[in-house]
Structure formats: structure tokens, C-alpha cells
């Protein structure tokens, strides 16, 4: 086994934003079992969220984490993706910047 790597602070600073019409903001209600979590989006519906294989080992989804979302094509009232999960002071500077609300 390897040593285990250590990320520098400029990529936990660095803060993606959603790009897309499609991508949207969203908190995470529960997790459900394995790679599958409920999502509560900013258009007020709550999807099952599916974490994707680029991020399923590498970062740790709690509930309450805000998330970035991507409602699939096929069925986009259901489910979606995980893109990406904001940290508690990426979550504070989203907020003061005003692209989540305060009570979000």
C-alpha cells in the first residue's frame, strides 16, 4: 500500500460553481445506502442523487453538505448527479456572495 496523498490548499480553495443551465445547487436530506442519496434542489423538488465514480471514493457526503446537482436527461423530476460538494467555509463565502440563499 501507498502513503495516502496530501492535498495542497489551493485545490480546497479553489470553488466551482454550476455551469451550466442544468447543474443547480442542493442539500443533501438523507443518505439512502451505497452511492444513492436524497436531494433537496433549489427548484424546491427533491431528487435521488447518485454520486458519481469520479467522486464516490474520494470525497465523503454527509447529509446537511450542499451539493451540486445535474437532473438527468431521461429523468429529470427523479434523479440526477452528484458534481460536487462544497465544504462549510465554501458554503459561507456561497452565501455572502449571494448565490444560495442565507437560509438555504
Known amino acids: 500500500m501507498g ?60 447529509d446537511n453538505d450542499v451539493v451540486i446537482i445535474a437532473p438527468w436527461e431521461f429523468g429529470k423530476v427523479a434523479k440526477g448527479d452528484i458534481l460536487w460538494r462544497y465544504t462549510l467555509p465554501q458554503v459561507e463565502w456561497l452565501k455572502q456572495n449571494k448565490h444560495i440563499p442565507l437560509d438555504f
Do not use: H, S, Y
Open 3 to 62: 502513503k495516502r496523498q496530501v492535498k495542497n490548499e489551493k485545490a480546497l480553495k479553489e470553488i466551482k460553481l454550476p455551469e451550466t443551465n442544468e447543474e443547480m445547487f442542493g442539500r443533501v436530506i438523507k443518505m439512502m445506502g451505497g452511492e444513492n442519496l436524497m436531494v433537496k434542489c433549489q427548484d424546491k423538488i427533491v431528487r435521488v442523487g447518485r454520486i458519481r465514480g469520479k467522486l464516490k471514493r474520494r470525497v465523503w457526503i454527509r
